[in-house]
């Protein structure tokens, strides 16, 4: 379903690709980047705007420890639900603050009208692997489970580097970086 869209990635080897949506966020996104650095992970951060214009300096963290950073929106619109214009006006908000031609929407929730627009400027990247971190009713355990059974080589993973998802991040986040890690995986950034 929509091809032109990028879910996972062609590899040969064992790499895979940890993405976090919504921030930078103090607090969660400085232990995310700790656990990244023990395992000398790459990964990319699809920034919120409003959140890079409130912390500018975790978001240069970010840049200098050599991950790479995408556009998220300004203020986390979800393209079904707001005027194609408005969510243009927000993403180009939002591009003042994340010089990047990777985009996420938020929700993964995107118009086909929208997408044909974006993806003259930016590659749009969903994902093969939703953690679902943010959600306070997760079976840790079954995501663990599928984790397991889903997470292929190439494979692009969705974790949240916000306040609604760190109680499960700082779980599944450290699970997820050792058990592939001593699978001999990379974690490369897109």
């Given amino acids: 379903m929509f091809p ?8 040969t080897e064992k790499i895979l690709y940890i993405t976090f949506d919504d921030g930078p ?13 023990q395992y000398h992970a790459k990964a990319t951060f699809f920034c919120v705007g409003s959140n890079v214009i409130k912390h500018p300096e975790l978001y240069q963290t970010l840049l200098q420890k050599g991950h790479v950073t995408g556009n998220h929106t300004q203020e986390h619109l ?10 243009y006006d927000d993403i180009e908000r939002a591009s003042k ?8 929407p938020p929700y993964g929730k995107i118009k086909t009208s929208q997408i044909n627009y974006l993806k003259k400027r930016y590659q749009i990247i969903m994902w093969d692997f939703l953690t679902a971190d ?6 840790i355990e079954l995501c663990k489970k599928k984790m397991g059974k889903y997470i292929k080589p190439g494979s692009i993973i969705v974790f949240h580097d916000s306040i609604k998802a760190a109680e499960n991040l700082k779980i599944l986040l450290p699970y997820m970086l050792h058990k592939y890690a001593a699978e001999d995986y ?5």
């Fill in 4 to 11: 032109q869209l990028i879910w996972q990635k062609r590899v």
């Fill in 25 to 37: 966020c103090p607090g969660v996104t400085d232990f995310v980047l700790e656990q990244l650095e």
């Fill in 78 to 87: 979800n393209g079904l639900f707001c005027k194609s214009t408005t969510y």
């Fill in 97 to 104: 603050s994340i010089d990047s031609k990777l985009f996420r």
């Fill in 134 to 139: 943010f959600d306070a009713d997760l079976d």
């Fill in 186 to 190: 990379q974690f490369h950034s897109l």
